[in-house]
């Protein structure tokens, strides 16, 4: 169980700078550490973070139809001001874009702008943005650097964070991909306040996640002040974002290729994985549907890890009270749901592993749960 870290710093020893308006989540890696920067308005001095990293002066920033019309001028213009190059690049928004294709596509336009392996990757946006723009550099040129500034709740607490990278195949999510840290990554909160409702309601899902398998006091906050993180006031988005860095950001440090720990940060994700690549990405969110796999793994822990019955319960109204959704409804069939699961990361010889809750803030990965469990459970989570 990972506990709550001394003022300051965390369980790790990594260090929480507060300098003003801004604090600093570090990402203890040896020489891949990089800072989680965390403010308000800071896009417009974008360029100030990147400089003492020194990258290469020729940068490209890739966005999507969403987010570049309202911050994409804003941070070339930071970036120009201080001598770089910048190009802006944007896909669709939407997990469409989340393949190989796009991917193909963003790379054969990076050797027509000059980039090399000093140069810089910028994403701007969301999770697919995110996870998009990373294996872009990841891939280009055998690696070259990257910067992450996510713009919705989601990104912020999770997908900006540890290097995960990759897109989606028909088949599944993220089954395409490669581990590549970024060098920083820019947390402005005030980009939270042209985030529409139901995205923010998506983010917040994996910030319920956290507090579930990792800090049960954390949970208990949420609990308490869910609403609070919700209306974006201040102090509460700040609290839940820098908890959520610090709890990731120690599981990364420890297991930062998901050879062990760093798998209990798929809980809800078997299901809800499964969930999206049924509906071909379309209509269902990210974290609407880890909402819904979090309900799902919560039932299967009571019976096969030793959940309260009362801890479930807690967390499948605090996965209500958000206004996520905690029932698959009549769309997804039992056979179709467990034959998409064994295509899921974590699966061994097509045996479904899920990460279950021993209780609130602490896990188990277990392959004990048989299809049997997971039909009756999809079955009372209709």
């Known amino acids: 169980m990972l506990t709550e870290p001394p003022e300051g710093c965390n369980a790790n ?18 020489n891949r550490s990089y800072d989680i920067v965390i403010g308000d308005n800071l896009l417009k001095d974008a360029a100030g973070f990147l400089q003492p990293l020194g990258l290469g002066r020729r940068c490209v920033v890739i ?35 989340k393949s190989l294709r796009q991917a193909s596509r963003l790379l054969e336009k990076l050797p027509g702008l000059r980039l090399d392996r000093q140069s810089v990757v910028v994403a701007l946006g969301g999770g697919v943005v995110g996870d998009l723009a990373g294996f872009v550099a ?6 070259i650097n990257f910067i992450q500034i996510p713009t919705s709740l989601l990104a912020l607490v999770d997908s900006s964070v540890g290097g995960k990278t990759g897109v989606n195949l028909p088949q599944g999510k993220n089954l395409v991909g490669a581990f590549y840290q970024p060098r920083l990554v820019i947390a402005d909160m005030a980009t939270l306040k042209t985030l529409p409702k139901r995205e923010l ?17 954390f949970f208990r906050w949420l609990e308490r002040d869910y609403r609070r993180v919700l209306r974006l006031e201040g102090a509460a988005i700040r609290k839940a974002v820098r908890r959520c860095c610090e709890l990731k950001a120690q599981v990364v440090s420890a297991d930062e290729h998901e050879s062990g720990l760093r798998a209990i940060l798929n809980f809800g994700h078997t299901v809800g994985h499964a969930m999206e690549a049924l ?6 969110l990210h974290g609407e549907a880890v909402a819904v796999g979090m309900c799902c793994a919560a039932c299967l822990s009571v019976k096969r890890a030793g959940l309260k019955r009362a801890d479930a ?9 958000s206004g996520l959704p905690t029932q698959l ?13 064994r295509l ?39």
Not at 138 to 143: K, M, Q
Not at 201 to 217: L, M, N, P, Q, T
Not at 329 to 341: Q, V
Not at 364 to 376: G, H
């Open 201 to 217: 309601r998506s983010g917040f899902a994996e910030v319920i996640k956290y507090g579930a398998i990792s800090d049960a006091a």
């Open 138 to 143: 990841a891939t280009y040129l055998r690696g």
């Open 329 to 341: 409804g009549n769309r997804f069939a039992a056979a179709a749901m467990l034959e998409a699961m």
């Open 63 to 97: 966005s999507d139809t969403n987010v570049a019309p309202l911050y994409g001028e804003m941070l070339c213009e930071s970036l120009r001001s201080a001598g770089f190059e910048v190009s802006l690049l944007t896909v669709h928004a939407g997990e469409a874009s």
């Open 344 to 382: 899921d990361k974590k699966a061994r010889a097509g045996k479904v592993r899920f990460v279950l809750l021993k209780r609130l803030g602490a896990t188990v990965l277990s392959d004990q749960v048989t299809d049997a469990d997971v039909e009756e459970v999809l079955h009372v989570c209709r």
């Open 313 to 321: 319960v807690r967390l499948r109204a605090l996965v209500k009270a």
């Open 13 to 30: 020893g990594m260090s929480l700078l507060k300098t003003g308006r801004i604090e600093r989540v570090r990402v203890p890696l040896g």
């Open 279 to 284: 509906v071909e990405y379309e209509g269902l």
